[in-house]
């Protein structure tokens, strides 16, 4: 089975400061996509970051960045200079070209504080 | 930037009845749309893929004839909670590919519809 694991159900964080979002993923499949989603207390789920399996490059959004461990499966999320906007419920995610949808993990919260 | 619109936000119904939600992609067209289901805290589960003029498909525990998908045109999807009951009661995703992206194209979701069966 293709699964996605978050360990940290929760994190905290103080403002200003940097936080690492841990992911780890199994799948057989070569070609796949990895994904980090943000979902805010309004539900809205927002795209943060998105990685190539087939890129060795760790992607870079701003002040967000993932470090993207190919052989141990992992893929996680750095966030700097955290504001208080960034207080959400952060989800890894993959797809694979053969299944075409979108597996979430279980999601981490994220609390920043001042 | 894509639009997913999903109506309605809110939702309270009786025991017994049935529900339609709509999930419109408002400036793109999209032959796949993903119907998600959300318990509180906790992760978003995949319970059907829509497909534009053709049956959709379920994932494996959810039924079918509880939970009816139409696809029938590249802008609109829809789910219909038949006979609700309580334990239907959740937040429901719905998301959409561009006919134009690839399978690894970023979803857009919409707000998500809160069901409150009584």
């Known amino acids: 089975a293709q699964t996605v694991t978050q360990s940290q159900p929760e994190m905290s964080v103080q403002e200003a400061e940097t936080v690492t979002l841990s992911c780890t993923y199994d799948?057989?499949?070569?070609?796949?996509?990895l994904f980090w989603y943000k979902q805010p207390p309004s539900r809205q789920m927002i795209l943060v970051i998105r990685?190539?399996?087939?890129?060795?490059q760790n992607a870079t959004e701003n002040r967000f960045s993932v470090n993207f461990q190919k052989a141990a499966k992992s893929f996680s999320l750095k966030i700097s200079d955290s504001q208080l906007g960034d207080a959400a419920m952060y989800f890894c995610?993959?797809?694979?070209?053969?299944?075409?949808?979108?597996?979430f993990g279980t999601g981490t919260r994220l609390q920043v504080t001042l | 930037g894509a639009v997913v619109s999903q109506h309605p936000s809110r939702v309270i119904c009786k025991s017994g009845t049935s529900v339609k939600i709509e999930c419109r992609s408002l400036?793109?067209?999209?032959?796949?749309m993903f119907w998600y289901r959300q318990f509180p805290k906790q992760s978003l589960m995949l319970m059907a893929t829509?497909?534009?003029?053709?049956?959709?498909?379920?994932e494996q525990g959810v039924e079918k004839d509880k939970f009816l998908i139409n696809h029938a045109s590249l802008t609109l999807s829809t789910l219909t909670v038949t006979s609700a009951h309580p334990e239907d009661s959740s937040f429901y995703i719905c998301?959409?590919?561009?006919?134009?992206?690839?399978?690894?194209?970023?979803?857009?979701f919409g707000n998500g519809t809160r069901l409150t069966v009584t």
């Open positions: 998301s959409a590919r561009d006919l134009q992206g690839r399978y690894n194209s970023p979803l857009h």
């Open positions: 799948t057989s499949e070569s070609d796949y996509y």
């Open positions: 990685q190539e399996a087939y890129k060795q």
């Open positions: 995610a993959y797809i694979t070209g053969t299944a075409s949808k979108l597996t």
């Open positions: 400036d793109f067209q999209a032959t796949t």
């Open positions: 829509s497909n534009e003029g053709s049956k959709a498909t379920y």
